[in-house]
């Protein structure tokens, strides 16, 4: 069984996944910074590029987003993309001859925005609820892979068919059955059918009136995803520190997922609700370099623009019998280490982990059973080859917003790059953690925090409305003293 602990504060919502008292993943979103997955706008085609068969759109933000031709809706008719035509000897239609420069086009954001690279688009509409996936263009009835016999899923998607309706009865649109709504009574998927498209009706009236770039749509909040996205069958309790967002998920389970409402908790202990499992502690070990194993061994992690590579070590581990019995019981123990780590830094796209090399194939075989079956575990699609020629193991993961490490971290201008320290804002909102903890254990006049100057700046600044707000609920006056000499880590805070 699993928990789920939510800290929420107005400019950061953090969520813990923890099963059997260990952290398995970890989820951030901060209020100036939300993820667009989801997001549907109403864009303006700024350039087509022929050679490339893709266009970039302005949906407003700072740098242009990018549309491929086989995301493109119309283009599905012609053999693209992912709804392929019945005759494959059509010829693919060029995007330069389905859009053009200045026009304005419905689209959906699939991929955030990651380093250099703009956010990636679709103009096939997608909108999920609890139960379904609504396909608004499309008049495809799916059910998702994971549900178990084919009778099962053909009965289903009768089921979900004559909920549905025909299309002369208003009934358009196409569903796809997510894999949490194989039990699902006919009320509660009339429901979320209802929800969807009333949602999309939404959208479309917004598209009439809105000139383009406009944001038409916007996705659930992290809070109302954790139900929607996180809990199953094995969430015992979820647990949130904040009364509000409490009555929000609370109300949001009432009028989407019922049978949820019963494991919600509104955490009201002394202690931040992060140190009941030591997640910070675990924060801090995500963003390190090495990891120690139980074993004495540890994993080396090293994250490139193209791809990531993890080493395993053996560090002191002596085997009871022999050099061969140490290798494979720290690569045992490396490869669930490894599917933890992944999860939790969330490490996406090409990653290559160097196991230490075995001599038996029997050793071999194990490990990489191990390793699959510990991914296996994993939200997010994962692909797993087996070892190469030169002993490494080669994996993709399914890469859809920032590592932890690009979250909470900046490159560093001291060592140009080649460490890293947190954000200006990171340590901000440490610091109003940090005041928040002291307040509950000490009553000073006031609060004084030296900090680096650009740390300062941002609290007087950006962050004042949080800082304003922490000091009216702790009710003790908060001060900022800047120290040039302090790098943007440091900082430390006075009791007065």
């Known amino acids: 069984m699993e928990d789920i602990l939510i800290n929420w504060s107005p400019q950061e919502t953090r969520v813990a996944v923890v099963e059997g008292g260990a952290v398995q993943e970890l989820h951030i979103e901060r209020t100036l910074e939300r993820g667009l997955v989801g997001n549907v706008y109403l864009g303006k085609v700024v350039r087509v590029l022929p050679g490339m068969q893709s266009a970039f759109i302005d949906i407003g933000l700072e740098r242009a987003a990018f549309l491929h031709v086989a995301d493109l809706h119309s283009a599905a008719q012609f053999g693209h993309g992912r709804h392929h035509g019945a005759h494959g000897d059509v010829p693919p239609t060029p995007i330069e001859r389905l859009v053009f420069e200045g026009q304005p086009l419905m689209v959906q954001v699939i991929k955030d925005p990651i380093g250099t690279k703009g956010a990636r688009l679709s103009s096939q509409i997608s909108i999920a609820g609890r139960m379904l996936v609504y396909l608004p263009q499309d008049e495809h009835i799916g059910i998702s892979q994971k549900i178990g016999s084919p009778e099962t899923r053909e009965a289903l998607r009768a089921r979900l068919q004559a909920l549905v309706g025909a299309p002369e009865q208003g009934g358009g649109g196409g569903f796809i059955l997510r894999t949490n709504a194989e039990d699902a009574s006919d009320d509660e998927l009339a429901a979320d059918i209802a929800y969807l498209r009333k949602t999309w009706q939404q959208i479309r009236d917004r598209s009439l009136i809105q000139p383009p770039p406009s944001l038409l749509h916007q996705d659930l909040s992290l809070v109302e995803r954790v139900l929607r996205d996180l809990t199953c069958e094995r969430t015992s309790a979820i647990r949130i520190d904040s009364r509000a967002q409490y009555e929000v998920l609370r109300q949001f389970a ?3 997922m019922p049978a949820v409402g019963a494991k919600l908790e509104h955490y009201r202990g002394e202690r931040p609700i992060f140190d009941l499992c030591n997640v910070d502690a675990e924060i801090a070990r995500a963003l390190a370099r090495r990891v120690e194993l139980k074993s004495g061994g540890s994993l080396v992690f090293d994250q490139t623009e193209a791809m990531t590579t993890i080493d395993v070590n053996t560090g002191g581990f002596v085997g009871a019998r022999n050099f061969d019995d140490t290798i494979f ?7 669930g280490a490894i599917a933890r780590q992944l999860r939790l830094r969330n490490l996406g796209g090409i990653i290559i982990v160097d196991f230490i090399d075995m001599t038996r194939e029997d050793h071999r075989a194990a490990v990489l059973q191990e390793f699959k079956k510990q991914l296996a575990r994993d939200r997010t699609k994962v692909t797993v080859g087996g070892f190469t020629q030169l002993g490494l193991v080669e994996m993709t993961r399914k890469r859809t917003r920032e ?15 080649r460490g ?8 901000c909102y440490d610091i109003l953690r ?18 680096a100057a650009n740390v300062v700046e941002m609290l007087l600044d950006e962050e004042s409305a949080h800082l304003a707000g922490l000091s009216d609920f702790i009710g003790r006056p908060i001060s900022l003293t ?10 430390d805070i006075v009791l007065l």
């Open 254 to 256: 009432e009028t989407f």
């Open 329 to 335: 019981k720290t690569n045992l123990e490396a490869a």
């Open 403 to 417: 590592s932890l490490s690009r979250m909470l971290c900046e490159p560093c201008p001291t060592c140009e790059g």
């Open 420 to 427: 890293q320290v947190k954000t200006a804002r990171s340590v």
């Open 434 to 451: 940090e005041i928040l903890r002291e307040a509950r254990q000490f009553s000073p006049r006031e609060f004084r925090v030296v900090a």
């Open 482 to 491: 800047a120290e040039p000499t302090n790098q943007t880590e440091h900082y």
